[in-house]
């Protein structure tokens, strides 16, 4: 079965400071990766995601996220982060080419601290 | 693009009672999935549809849950004889399939609380 592992369920961080949010994957032949972002009281958002090709995949709202097969990581980063980029933050994958189901984390808090 | 919408937001039953949440999914989308989200945890995965065809459901759904897509477009879920338990926020999403994955699209949910 799959899972996706978020290694931190709360991070803090100052404003305008880097942040990396950790994530790693169950590995399998056929991988797509994403991260979402949830505001409170709100669906989810999607900030990024892996399909195929370059291992770096730049998302909207300034974070990225670095594909690492050996290591079966996937972890969010932003060089810059905004009191506005406070909210939860949920890896997931899809695996096989004809799967459906999204596996996600159980997310992680990031709390930006002005 | 108005993205997907969910009705209600927010209810509130007693422990017993039957309760029918609504999902509209983007109009062009052809598959749309239930999840279920609970205090702490990440979305988990109910049931899913592409067009009208209710193709994977959960263990997690029991027989007092169902979901329909009438026609291929809306869909409702329903709950019967709620338990407390059942307290959650359901999430509804959207994709389209075109022989490769697209991203999934959330609506705002709905949050049910069981008293």
């Known amino acids: 079965a799959q899972s996706v592992t978020q290694l931190d369920s709360q991070v803090p961080v100052f404003e305008e400071a880097p942040v990396e949010l950790r994530c790693n994957y169950s590995?399998?032949?056929?991988?797509?990766l994403f991260w979402y972002v949830q505001y409170p009281n709100q669906g989810l958002q999607l900030l990024l995601k892996?399909?195929?090709?370059?291992?770096l995949v730049k998302g909207i709202n300034g974070f990225e996220a670095e594909f690492n097969k050996s290591q079966t990581s996937f972890h969010l980063r932003k060089p810059s982060v905004h009191i506005s980029d406070t909210a939860e933050y949920f890896c997931a994958q899809i695996s096989g080419a004809g799967s459906y189901q999204l596996t996600f984390g159980k997310g992680t808090k990031l709390s930006v601290i002005p | 693009d108005t993205g997907v919408s969910q009705n209600p937001r927010h209810k509130i039953t007693k422990r017993g009672q039957n309760v029918t949440f609504r999902c509209d999914p983007i109009s062009e989308h052809n598959r749309l999935y239930w999840y279920r989200q609970t205090l702490g945890q990440g979305p988990e995965f109910l049931t899913y549809f592409q067009n009208e065809a209710q193709l994977e459901k959960s263990r997690l759904l029991s027989d007092r849950f169902s979901a329909e897509r009438p026609k291929g477009s809306f869909s409702t879920l329903e709950i019967q004889r709620t338990e407390q338990g059942d307290s959650a926020m359901y999430l509804c999403?959207?994709?389209?399939?075109?022989?490769?994955?697209?991203?999934?699209?959330f609506g705002n949910g709905t949050r049910l609380t069981v008293t």
């Open positions: 892996y399909l195929s090709g370059s291992t």
């Open positions: 590995s399998s032949v056929s991988v797509y």
């Open positions: 999403a959207s994709s389209v399939w075109t022989g490769q994955h697209s991203p999934l699209h």
